[in-house]
């Protein structure tokens, strides 16, 4: 299926090549899982505020509905495109499975550079991109979230849109939402506290002590930023982050407050006063205790893997890491890998917390959220690093493999139609 043709999809599609080889699944079996249920390509003509109008490209890839309906994220990305979206559909089966939620994989977006659009522009873009997604999303069908270039208000704009359609009030048909409006406490700052809580489960299986150590962010949008301060919480210095602009390093700890103000004021790490200019490619390769590629896909290499000098590799992007230097990586024992689908896992953890909250009507503290939350991440890192031990082999190999046999026998048990 040359359609979904992509680097970042070639990349996903090898990953699993590698574990159907694993699990030794039946060539019969394979393509079903590998490729998306459905995929939507939309055009999204928008009126610019000087009247001009401009036709944007949209997509939604749902990759299998055999567990549920679909979940993942909506990003507004430049690059944006179908290929990358599949990727990311298929990437997040694995997840869900992992984490054994009643979804299937999916994602979406549109080809935009949204700092390049008013408040006005991205509310009518997102309004008509829900619009043409509307056959195809709703509680028992597909739900989106939040992603790349997209935020709370975001997802209020696809909730009523979708509301209005449908003549009543629908806040299940989205997650990731204003709280005020249906959405859960401790959601935000999900995913960021979940890479904190499972750097701090890899330390303990690697007796380094978190008072003390060091942490570096490729990322500092809303993933990397909770991720940050989740981990100063617990005594670890920040020495370096970065943005798509550029980063900032400073070894003797970054003032995470001052620079959370300088973000807000500027829109970039890029100028702060607190450490010295770095780019994103010396970034990685900073001596630290622990990395954390929080940014896009592919920018751990086998060009660069050889030279990151971390002892935790914290994967809170999805796909940092291409299998050119998964090789390299397994040949580096000294390097912990947290996979992305176990490591990023916490938003759409919150994700169905919310969805649950909302079809009930019935909504729960913060502390129960976070406590649920990290009951949860602890059995699937116990689960993943036990499969690793037990089976010899990496620990994204390990965490792909349960994700993926897991959806592969509920596909079995449901059988082919007709």
Same mark, same amino acid.
């Given at each position: 299926m040359t359609v979904y043709q992509h680097p970042t999809f070639d990349m996903a599609a090898h990953q699993f090549d590698l574990v159907a080889d694993h699990l030794d699944i039946p060539v019969n079996d394979r393509d079903r899982l590998k490729f998306p249920k459905r995929a939507l390509t939309v055009a999204i003509p928008v009126r610019r505020d000087d009247g001009s109008v401009r036709v944007f490209a949209g997509y939604r890839v749902q990759h299998h509905l055999t567990l549920g309906p679909t979940k993942g994220g909506v990003r507004y990305h430049?690059?944006?495109? !179908? $290929?990358? =979206?599949?990727? *990311?559909? /298929?990437? /997040?089966?694995?997840?869900?499975? !992992?984490?054994?939620?009643?979804?299937?994989?999916?994602k979406g977006g549109v080809a935009v550079d949204p700092r390049q659009l008013s408040l006005g522009e991205l509310e009518r873009l997102t309004r008509r991109y829900t619009q043409e997604?509307?056959?195809?999303?709703?509680? &028992?069908?597909?739900?989106?979230?939040?992603? *790349?270039?997209?935020?709370?208000?975001?997802?209020?704009w696809m909730m009523d849109t979708y509301s209005t359609q449908t003549g009543h009030c629908v806040p299940g048909v989205v997650t990731g939402k204003p709280v005020g409006i249906g959405g859960s406490l401790g959601r935000r700052e999900a995913t960021g506290r979940g890479v904190g809580y499972l750097i701090g489960r890899a330390f303990e299986t690697l007796a380094i002590q978190q008072s003390g150590s060091t942490a570096v962010i490729q990322g500092f949008g809303n993933v990397g930023s909770h991720a940050a301060f989740s981990l100063a919480k617990h005594g670890v210095k920040v020495i370096a982050?970065?943005?798509? @602009? #550029? #980063?900032?390093?400073?070894?003797?700890?970054?003032?995470?407050?001052?620079?959370?103000q300088h973000v807000t004021a500027q829109r970039t790490v890029q100028g702060f006063a607190g450490g010295e200019p770095i780019d994103n490619a010396n970034l990685l390769e900073l001596p630290c205790d622990v990395l954390v590629p929080a940014a896009m896909e592919r920018q751990i290499t086998g060009e660069n893997a050889g030279r990151l000098r971390c002892r935790v590799l914290a994967e809170g992007a999805n796909g940092p890491t291409t299998p050119e230097a998964d090789v390299i990586l397994a040949e580096r024992p000294e390097?912990?890998?947290?996979?992305?689908? *176990?490591?990023?896992? #916490? $938003? =759409?953890? =919150?994700?169905?917390?919310?969805?649950? @909250?909302?079809?009930?009507?019935?909504?729960?503290?913060?502390?129960?959220? /976070?406590?649920?939350?990290?009951?949860?991440?602890? #059995?699937?890192? @116990? &689960?993943?690093?036990?499969?690793?031990?037990? @089976?010899?082999?990496?620990?994204? !190999?390990?965490? *792909?493999?349960i994700g993926v046999k897991r959806v592969w026998e509920a596909r079995r048990a449901r059988g082919l139609f007709p």
């Open positions: 430049p690059d944006v495109c !179908l $290929g990358d =979206v599949a990727a *990311l559909a /298929m990437w /997040m089966s694995w997840k869900c499975a !992992l984490m054994n939620l009643p979804y299937g994989g999916a997604l509307i056959p195809f999303i709703g509680p &028992q069908i597909d739900i989106p979230a939040p992603d *790349l270039g997209t935020n709370e208000q975001t997802m209020a982050v970065s943005d798509f @602009q #550029g #980063g900032v390093h400073n070894p003797a700890g970054l003032d995470l407050r001052a620079l959370d390097i912990f890998v947290i996979p992305d689908i *176990l490591c990023n896992a #916490g $938003g =759409v953890v =919150v994700s169905y917390f919310e969805w649950v @909250q909302d079809l009930q009507s019935f909504f729960w503290s913060e502390s129960e959220v /976070m406590d649920r939350l990290f009951r949860l991440l602890e #059995g699937a890192f @116990q &689960q993943t690093l036990q499969a690793s031990r037990k @089976q010899r082999i990496p620990m994204r !190999l390990a965490a *792909l493999s």
